[in-house]
């Protein structure tokens, strides 16, 4: 039976370890190789240059890159299969017989509009919509553990949260995923009746900020 070919996210993350070992050789070079490809936000890229420790620098490279979804993801892998790169990093070699999955980003869009549109009522007449319930603090959590450093991105462009809050939540809470869940916790009470575990799935899957289907596709689960 042949094996399915993987998503280009599941193929960062399973090649993750091994990537951080190789690019940490040169993180910088990665870097700005990364910002001239535009795979990276501007907050982003300052963030990933903010480190100092090579290896945590290309880790949190990969873990921005995976946060903005397929696309990026796509992009880095390009990236990674491209001369200068092979040349500076012989180990990344293995890259090019990587099988990514030939369903292209415009059918990956369309197959996510399927599962979240009404249509779902349908195709189970006996079961009711999960996302369309209030979104619940064990939800939230869930979440809040699928969403990087780039956090604060989340809650000022997808959620609508004002810089101040979210610097208060951040002196508020030393652990990251508390200070996440705060966000979140903040953005449901001010969204009352309107904070769906649907309306949430929606505002984390577009643009710049998407967060992997993988992580919160759960919040449109049906009971």
């Known amino acids: 039976m042949t094996e399915e070919p993987a998503t280009e996210i599941q193929l960062l993350r399973s090649h993750k370890t091994t990537l951080i070992e190789i690019l940490s050789a040169d993180a910088d070079f990665v870097l700005q190789h990364a910002d001239s490809r535009h ?81 779902l009522h349908e195709s189970i007449p006996s079961k009711k919509i999960k996302g369309s319930r209030l979104i619940e603090e064990k939800q939230l959590m869930t979440v809040a553990r699928a969403i990087g450093r780039c956090w604060r991105e989340i809650g000022r462009l997808a959620l609508d949260i004002k810089s101040v809050k979210l610097e208060q939540i951040e002196e508020d809470h030393s652990l ?30 577009q643009n710049d900020w998407a967060l992997p289907p993988e992580s919160i596709d759960f919040l449109l689960e049906t009971d």
């Not at 300052?46 to 490279?61: D, F, G, N, W, Y």
């Not at 491209?82 to 990344?92: C, G, H, K, S, V």
């Not at 979140?184 to 769906?196: M, P």
């Open 176 to 205: 990251h995923v508390e200070r996440v869940f705060a966000m979140l916790r903040h953005w449901q009470t001010c969204q009352r009746e309107k904070a769906t575990a649907a309306r949430l799935h929606s505002l984390l899957s």
């Open 39 to 119: 795979l990276l936000s501007h907050r982003s890229y300052q963030q990933v240059k903010a480190c100092r420790i090579p290896s945590e620098k290309v880790t949190e490279l990969l873990d921005c890159i995976i946060q903005k979804g397929p696309e990026a993801a796509q992009g880095m892998l390009e990236l990674l299969k491209d001369q200068a790169l092979q040349e500076t990093f012989p180990m990344l070699d293995f890259i090019k017989d990587l099988q990514v999955s030939t369903l292209n980003i415009g059918e990956k869009r369309t197959a996510r509009k399927r599962r979240e549109t009404p249509y």
